[in-house]
């Protein structure tokens, strides 16, 4: 029967496609085996540029520090500074004169040979383009000599007590002058490093591989790749499948948990100084009014947003100085303790407002570049001031290109969210820039206090740390009482990771250190 | 006449995409930020940002800067990027537009045949319980919400059965050499099958959530005009002749149905191809919906304008290639 037979010929064509797709699918798991000399990491973090003249984000920075390195950098787990591409240094008598000994032989990927002339050369278009992290080379040096071919001098403007801290951030990083030009930034993958970049296609995949010409010790893997996930689900989706070894910025604070509880995969924690706060525009109205910012550094609830967003991960701070970094005092919680709303409500109205005048505000914030759970942070701040009975509080928000590159340098916003990733490790990076009359208008605050500015000069250039501690102490103070910014809360860094990954260190520097890792 | 009818239809499509060009135009420059500051920085002093600005020919009236893009598109010149090493704007594209290619391609093949499957079916059986089941899907589908759908079954198939993976478009090491930049293509072009079933495996679970997504319509309109196919007379003379019911059903009925909803698969087409920003967000799909959406961010105003026109054109064309198909299966349209 005709009809049949074109049944049964269906049916063998159906199976003979199916048992072809089965067996090649089965000759693809065999052949496709993950070299065991891979370790594949998760993010949902970017890379903005690499380009060390206009990096000035945490990931950025991080590949950077695996694909490049500073004349001195951090010994792991410390913040001690060790020599990095310069095996010495000497300081003046003076203090303004800082001269480092290159180690010889060392090139970029691209051949370009590493001598004080690059390093003098990289410093100078630093200068010249002057983007946005270019100030933690222009507000210090004076200008770059060269000595010979492997000795450089760096004059400062002033002794600065922490120089060697700035020298090993990513502004001061040797570039090679064939791989970027000198006029603008531009991403390059030319290092120096213990990695090399061989792939980078933008947000999907970053492929790094032993740089055999590393004068250091070699990384334990041979190939580092960074998968760029969209969203936290997706990354831990991808960890729990295994798809990745390492699942790091960043996951969900209820993702972290329910990994932590599951027992599958290795949670490993640290303190980090990266720290949460609200900026208030100090030179317009209406936080020119003192009273105004000390009703709300009294009014916010520090405990309601780590326990309710971040579900303890976090912890409230009350300083801008981190807790655990020298010098810190709990200013806030001394001037206002963890919370008084009676004082809120005194000082609102001493300075004319009710429950039938309220002072009504608009909050701004940026909903991703900080995770996803920032219009979280945000809702409950309003909620939080709203308590009052005297605030009213609009929630606004733009994107981040909008809300750093305009928003905050032009002040359109009068109270923001915002946070920071030190750029070295002292206490004057979390009190200069935001306090220094000089420096603070380009994070919004316009704040203008002689005396602070006359102790943070001071704490710069004093040469003990007891000297320093007492004014960094004193300036704390004084910001509780003035309450230009309001500290939030501190992070702690979260990695989560399969149970065969080795050599991960979390330290204060909070940059993952790709070439330690590896699978046991 | 379908010659005439072509270049009418190619007429219309000028003054079509020179509206679509003006009004983008015209919205980028009204929308708060600025390149300028997003490139530079906070800190650059006055001559930088000017120079910058001039160099972008920001500092042009409007009208200049319009004229300007237009000729250079005329040539062919889309622009370059005004972020990240001014790459050309085309170079960008051609970056994102295979994956966005591979992915429409088999979303529209799975949607296309849930589609036409189940609206026949539920035209042939009007009324029975698998009719409503059929419009039950056809409802349900369409108001899915895409991340949802794509996470049950990443959750399903990547996460506890372990056969698919969860995002991205193929594993580290396993890219096949681009010759097209669509993976399936150039795996088979290089004869390289690992790579054709990495890439393959990869493709399963976005194409059937976004298939799935909008097969729901094919299902109502291919019912709908089925409905008013089976009908006809001629259907009635078809199966008086005792021809089988499933050549009445799916070579003459379907065949003469087919008209409307070719327009409608075109349509759906040309949509998919200006990128599914849910799908690639829960896929790690790198297409041109999370590329448009991320230069939108950063006011690169350039690449959006670039990649707006080209999805244009993309669109423009397919509506062509639709009408003319309509007018190639259906005699009686070149004539009107």
Sequence with gaps: MPGMKKVYLVILLVVIIAAAIGLGYYWYQQVYVKPREVIILGTIDKITVLDPAKAYDFFTWEVLNNIGEGLLKYKPGTTELVPGLAESYEVSEDGRVYTFKLRKGLKFTDGTPLDAEVVKWSIERQMHLNLDPSWLVTAFVEKVEVIDKYTVAFHLKRPIAYFPALVATVPYFPVSPKAYPWDEAKDSTVGIGPYKVVKWVRDVELRLEVNPDYYGPKPKTKYFIIKFYKDATALKMALEAGEIDIAWRELLPTDIIALKKGGKFNVIDAPSPYIRYIVLRCNQPPFDDVRLRRAIAAAVDRDRICEKVFKGLVTPLYSMVPMGMWSHIDAFKDEYGERNLELARKLLREAGFSEDNKFKIELWYTPTHYGTTEADVAALIKESLEETGMIEVELKSAEWATYAAEYIAKGVMPIFLLGWYPDYIDPDNYLTPFLHSEHCGHLGVFYNNSEVDELLEEAMVKPTIEERQERYEEVQRILARDAPLIPLFQGKLFLVCKKNIRGVVLDPVMLLRYYLIYKS | ?336
Excluded: C
């Design chain 2, 1 to 336: 006449m379908l010659k005439a009818y072509l270049i009418k239809r190619v007429l219309m499509a000028i003054p079509t995409l020179f509206i679509l060009l003006t009004i983008i135009f015209l919205i980028m420059r009204v929308l708060p930020g600025n390149p300028v500051a997003a490139i530079v920085g906070t800190k650059a002093p006055p001559e930088v940002i000017q120079s910058v600005t001039r160099r972008l020919g920001l500092d042009q009236p409007y009208h200049i800067q319009y004229i300007n893009y237009l000729s250079n598109l005329l040539r062919g010149d889309l622009g370059r990027s005004m972020i990240w090493g001014r790459r050309p704007v085309i170079d960008e594209i051609m970056d994102h537009f295979p994956a966005t290619l591979e992915l429409s391609i088999s979303a529209f093949i799975v949607s296309v045949l849930i589609g036409i499957i189940t609206g026949t079916e539920a035209s042939r059986r009007f009324r029975s319980k698998l009719d409503q089941v059929f419009r039950f899907y056809g409802i349900v589908t369409y108001s899915l919400f895409i991340p949802w759908l794509g996470i049950m079954l990443q959750l399903i198939f990547s996460v506890y059965l372990k056969l698919l993976p969860v995002g991205g478009r193929i594993d580290p090491f396993m890219e096949p050499q681009r010759i097209t930049g669509l993976y399936l293509l150039d795996s088979i072009l290089t004869l390289n099958i690992p790579s054709f079933f990495n890439a393959l495996s990869h493709l399963i679970l976005p194409s059937i959530t976004l298939g799935v997504y909008i097969s729901g319509v094919f299902t109502r309109t291919v019912r709908s005009n089925m409905l008013e196919v089976l009908r006809r007379d001629f259907i009635t003379a078809a199966r008086a002749r005792g021809i089988p019911e499933n050549i009445v059903i799916y070579r003459h009925a379907l065949k003469n149905a087919f008209i409307p909803i070719l327009t409608m698969m075109g349509l759906q087409f040309a949509l998919l191809l200006a990128g599914a920003v849910l799908t690639e967000t829960t896929f790690s799909w790198p297409g041109m919906g999370t590329f448009l959406l991320e230069r939108i961010m950063y006011r690169d105003y350039t690449t959006v304008q670039g990649t707006v026109v080209f999805i244009a054109l993309l669109i423009v064309s397919i509506s062509l290639l639709v009408d003319v198909m309509y007018a190639y299966l259906d005699p009686r349209i070149r004539f009107r």
